[in-house]
């Protein structure tokens, strides 16, 4: 499957007409057809109301939402691109780039800056997190723990610089 590069923005240099859905050509650009989301189309009837349970399911499915899936969803729901991807932006948790093979959270919250935070975002925003997708919180409740980073779900406590290195080295890459 050959993979198109894209940013959010590109998706607003598509030419379309407001009211119209998107064109048969741009639906035609993509090969691919997204036959894991039928059922899920077809359970639904097409209905433009279903849209963010669509774009969920086709996240879930996909890793991230792509121009040719936006233009597909857009196709079958005859909405304008625009309407699909202004509702997919509305909600963080919708992405349009593939994930990293590593998600990591860093906490900044008090507790956890107190405890050392800082030095594990250099670790991670340095040589040691490249290829993570790194993001950041305030709190996860669990201060006790602190300083602590979520490691693809995974919650590693009272780390420091040299034990997130060591434990980034066993990371499948
Ligand atoms: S401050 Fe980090 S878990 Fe509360």
Avoid at 8 to 17: A, F, M, R, S, T
Avoid at 114 to 138: F, I
């Amino acid at each position: 499957m050959k993979r198109q590069r894209f940013t959010p923005l590109d998706l607003l240099k598509v030419k379309e007409p407001r009211d119209q859905a998107v064109s048969d050509a741009e639906t035609e650009a993509s090969t691919e057809t997204f036959a894991e989301l039928e059922p899920c189309l077809r359970d639904r009837n097409g209905q433009a109301s279903a849209l963010i349970e669509l774009l969920n399911r086709a996240q879930e499915l996909y890793g991230h939402l792509s121009k040719p899936l936006l233009a597909h969803l857009a196709s079958e729901l005859v909405l304008p691109l625009s309407s699909v991807y202004g509702t997919a932006s509305f909600y963080h948790l919708f992405r349009f780039q593939a994930p990293a093979a590593h998600q990591l959270v860093v906490c900044t919250g008090t507790a956890c800056h107190v405890k050392g935070a800082d030095r594990l975002l250099a670790v991670l925003e340095g040589d040691g997190g490249a290829g993570l997708e790194l993001s950041r919180v305030r709190c996860l409740g669990t201060c006790g723990g602190a300083p602590l980073v979520v490691v693809d779900g995974v919650v590693w406590t009272h780390q420091n610089a040299a034990s997130l290195q060591q434990g980034l080295g066993g990371l499948p890459r």
